[in-house]
Each structure stands twice: as structure tokens, then as C-alpha cells.
């Protein structure tokens, strides 16, 4: 004999009278809340999805005061031409929501102002979202500060400094610049241009790490070989044009984003010269494209599905009240064909 096909319940107080618990428990049960004990949670869920059962989103929030979103704000380098386009910044950014997903939450997007009050612009995202994620700390340190000690809920995706008043998640930049300039020291590399501005903290660390790394096998770090070149690829291919014009004095660049990088080996191919045959170059972040430039790209991983994962978590928890430590992840050294010896 066929089975009584199951009744569909439209209400939490009829799932939990059916499960034999009060509303209450089972509204944490199905919010996977560990006060309640695991038996219990897997009791209650797998009644739910029995009977049809699906959390009214709207009633939850509305009683619970809040709105299921998250915000991202990106802190862009307005100065250096970076745009919220940029393919690291796309790629943090499915990482954030691919975890804010698996987490019920959705996500609201948008950036930093260019001038003006930040905190204001916060608190009117924060009218619309339970807590915010900012991504990069470009010069507005003193303002996450400010932002923290009001008790909004924040994390931030960046490098810790000094006097910070807010949880950090981030890549060690030290060490990924440092890593990536020691490869190219290896491969017998000893003029090595730096290209990139350094005016914000994650950028400055890697151009330590690069410093370091000459300081390592004896070599003076050049003031005339650190350019301050502009994110956007069209933007940075013109200046390093130009730049090689002037000069071609060295025989390595270290770049600070894949793009950047992207961008210089077309301006250093349009010259004529061959990478990494007469000029090795490498990258940093590691996003999908390089892979599968020509040649391949060297370049530093940031881990950036960790970091999703990190920093929606951390600003749950912050938004429960809960302290959240700074996490810093590896910095991955990935070889590829820009920085082969010649």
C-alpha cells in the first residue's frame, strides 16, 4: 500500500507542534543554533523539508529587527584609476557572496565616497544592512576607527596596522612581496623595477617584503627604479609605454596587482622586448586570466575563497557581539613563464 503522501505545513507553531517542541526551539533549530542540541536540530530540520516547510524570510527579520543583507563597500585608489571592475575585486566579491549565500544572507554593493563624510554614507548603509564589509583600507584607517568605536558591526579586508580598532582579514603582504622577488633574484635577476604606488597599507607591505628581499642577497634598493603606475590596464599600459621610452634599465618588474602585470608585458612586447627572456615580470593576486597570458603569469595567490569565507563568518560575529581576532592568511607563491631565467 502506497504511503499517505505528507501534509504541506505553512506555519512554524504547526512544525513545532509537530516535532513536539516549543516554537521557540524550533525557530533556533532551524536556524542551526547550537543552544539546541544536535538530535534535535536534525529532528526538526528534516520534518521542514518533509513537510514543505520554508522560513518566511520577512516575518523572521521583521521579528528578529533585522534585514538579512550584507554590505560590501569597496575602498578604491581613486588616485591610481582603480575601479570596482578590477578582476581581483570581482573575484572577492563571488567569493563574499557565494558565502554570504550559503549563509542566508544576501548582499548590497557599493563604494567608498571619494570625499566627504564616510561615517555618514555608512550609517545610511547600515539602514539598509545588518553589517559591512570593506574591502581594502586604501588611506581611511582613521575612519574604520571611528566607524568601529560606534559599535557598527565591520570587517575589514586588509593588513593590520598599528592602532587599529576594527578585525582584520587579510594575505601577508610582506611575504608575498618579498616571495615574489626573491624568485626572480634566483632566477639571476639584479635590476628590478617596482611598479605600483604604495600609499595605503597592503601595497606598502608588499613593497617591504620587496626591499627585504634585495636587502637578503646584498643588493641596494634603487629609489629610480620604483614607478608609481596606475591599476587600470589601459592607464598602466600608456605609462609604462611612456616610461620605456625614457628608459629600460632593468632586467625585472614587480607588479602589484596580475593586471598591472598583464598591462606591462603588453607595453614591454610592443617595444620588442621578450618576456621573461629580456625582462621578467610577475603579478600579484593571482586572478583566473593568469593562467593563461603568453607567457603565463608568476604571480602570489591570496587565497581569496578563504577570505570570503573569513570575512563573512567574522562579520556575523561581530554582528552577535562576539570579539573576532585578525586572521591572516598565506601568501602563495605560484611560478609560472614571466619570470623563467633567461
Known sequence: MAQDTPIMISSLQDLA?????????????????????????DRVQALAQTHGYVVNRRARDLRLQRTSIISVVFMLDMRSKQHMSDLFFMEMLGAIADASSDRDYDLLLTHAPESGDMDTAVNNILQRSDGVIFVGQEKRHHQLNAIAERGHPIMVWGQRVPGKRYPVVGSDNFEGGRAVTLELLDHGRSRIAFFGGIDNPELAARFSGYQAALQERGLAFDPQLHFDVPFSMDEA????????????????????????????IGALQGFGLRVPDDVAVTGYDNISLSAFGRPALTTVSQSIGMAGEALVDGLLARMRGESVPDITLPAQLVVRDSSRAP
Open 237 to 264: 599600459e600608456a605609462a609604462i609605454a611612456h616610461l620605456l621610452e625614457q628608459r629600460s634599465d632593468f632586467d625585472a618588474v614587480v607588479c602589484l596587482s596580475d593586471v598591472m602585470a598583464m598591462a606591462t
Open 17 to 41: 507542534d509537530l516535532a513536539g517542541v516549543s516554537r521557540a526551539t524550533a525557530s533556533r533549530a532551524l536556524s542551526d543554533n547550537p543552544r539546541i542540541s544536535q538530535k534535535t536540530r
